[in-house]
Nanobody, 115 residues
Framework: QVQLVESGGGLVQAGGSLRLSCVAS????????MAWYRQAPGNQREWVADISRGSSPYYVDSVKGRFTASRDNAKNTVYLQMNSLKPEDTAVYSC?????????WGQGTQVTVSS
């Protein structure tokens, strides 16, 4: 059974940083195309970053230059380093893995940025 577990969320002041982690199990990690999403209260889920196999990460415009996504295949983990956080970054952040057209989701981790 494939499982994705996020961690690293929390409460931070505007301008601060957090690093999110997403650990995968139950599947050969380097088979997965990975991505980060977020959902703020009352909003639809928004794609944030893509960390596909064999390609460089790419980002939604609103986080470019502030967020960095990476993956460590040896640790079955993807990361989202978030710097210069803004109140509008407040959301539940989730990772998604895709293998052969099937999506797998983690439970999400809350990020709250205070002004």
């Amino acid at each position: 059974q494939v499982q994705l577990v996020e961690s690293g969320g929390g409460l931070v002041q505007a301008g601060g940083s957090l690093r999110l982690s997403c650990v995968a199990s139950g599947i050969t990690f380097n088979h997965l195309d990975m991505a980060w999403y977020r959902q703020a209260p009352g909003n639809q889920r928004e794609w944030v970053a893509d960390i596909s196999r064999g390609s460089s990460p790419y980002y939604v415009d609103s986080v470019k230059g502030r967020f960095t996504a990476s993956r460590d295949n040896a640790k079955n983990t993807v990361y989202l380093q978030m710097n210069s956080l803004k109140p509008e970054d407040t959301a539940v952040y989730s990772c998604k893995g895709n293998y052969l057209g099937r999506d797998y989701w983690g439970q999400g981790t809350q990020v709250t940025v205070s002004s």
